[in-house]
């Protein structure tokens, strides 16, 4: 599967960004999705990600409120949407897909399949 993540930018601290991964193939919808970032000399931590049929998501505490992701199986589109923007969001972000069918903390495991990473800064 080939991923394409869009949607990044520049915003003000307290504001939103939605973010998008279109996936190739079609077997979309029987991948675990996730979304991580990587902040400039920091290692790549995990977001949020959701179950093959979105029945089931998980988020990092940091986040926890303040993210929504969700899936459309129809259109192969993955979405991170974030609000309430903080300096700290500030990393690129990369969308990844796996193919083992996971539930609850289980989505916060290793992924198989990357996109190419989005750029988010939240200016404070």
């Known amino acids: 599967v080939q991923l394409r993540a869009s949607g990044g930018g520049l915003v003000q601290a307290g504001g939103s960004l939605r973010l998008s991964c279109a996936a190739s193939?079609?077997?979309?919808?029987?991948?675990?999705m996730g979304w991580f970032r990587q902040a400039p000399g920091k290692e790549r931590e995990f977001v949020a990600a959701?179950?093959?049929?979105?029945?089931?998501?998980y988020y990092a505490d940091s986040v926890k409120g303040r993210f929504t992701i969700s899936r459309d199986n129809a259109k192969n589109t993955v979405y991170l949407q974030m609000n309430s923007l903080k300096s700290d969001d500030t990393a690129v972000y990369y969308c990844?897909?796996?193919?083992?069918?996971?539930?609850?903390?289980?989505?916060?495991?290793?992924?198989?399949?990357w996109g190419q990473g989005t750029q988010v800064t939240v200016s404070s």
């Open positions: 193939g079609r077997t979309f919808s029987s991948y675990t």
């Open positions: 990844a897909a796996d193919r083992r069918l996971r539930w609850g903390i289980e989505l916060n495991s290793p992924y198989d399949y």
């Open positions: 959701i179950a093959w049929n979105g029945g089931s998501t």
